[in-house]
C-alpha cells in the first residue's frame, strides 16, 4: 500500500494548511490512518487518527486546531489545520493500518500502523 501525501509548505503563524493522503490500494473507510509528525532532533509524535468507524482522536497539542476527515468518494484523507504554531513545524506523515486492532487513540499513541507514506514538510515561521 502506497500513501501520497501532500499539502505541506512554509506558513506564518495562524495560518491554515490541509494535507492530504490518499492510499493506493484499499478503500480509506477500511483502514484506520493517522497522522504523525517529527520535529527536528525529536522522536515521531501521533497527531491525530481516524479509525474504520470514524472515530477520532486528537492530541491535546492540537485539540480545538485540527481536524481529520475522510472522504470516501474520493478515497482520500484530510488534516485541516488551523492556527498553526511554530511547534507545529515538522515532517508530517501519513500512516495506515487495515488490521483494525484498536481504535483511533490506541494507533496515535502506539503508531503501530503498517503502512507509511514519504512525509510532508510543513514549517510554520515568521
Known amino acids: 500500500v502506497k500513501l501520497a501525501e501532500s499539502g505541506g509548505d512554509l506558513v506564518q503563524p495562524g495560518r491554515s494548511l490541509r494535507l492530504t493522503c490518499a492510499p493506493s490500494v484499499f478503500t480509506v473507510g477500511a483502514l484506520t490512518i493517522g497522522w504523525v509528525r517529527q520535529a527536528p532532533g525529536k522522536d515521531r509524535e501521533g497527531v491525530s487518527s481516524?479509525?474504520?468507524?470514524?472515530?477520532?482522536y486528537y492530541i491535546d497539542a492540537v485539540k480545538g486546531r485540527f481536524t481529520i476527515s475522510r472522504d470516501n468518494a474520493k478515497n482520500t484523507v484530510y488534516l485541516q489545520m488551523d492556527n498553526l504554531k511554530p511547534e507545529d513545524s515538522g515532517v508530517y506523515y501519513c500512516a495506515a493500518d487495515e488490521r483494525g486492532k484498536a481504535g483511533s487513540y490506541y494507533y496515535t499513541k502506539s503508531l503501530d500502523f503498517n503502512y507509511w507514506g514519504q512525509g510532508t514538510q510543513v514549517t510554520v515561521s515568521s
Open positions: 481516524i479509525s474504520t468507524d470514524g472515530t477520532r
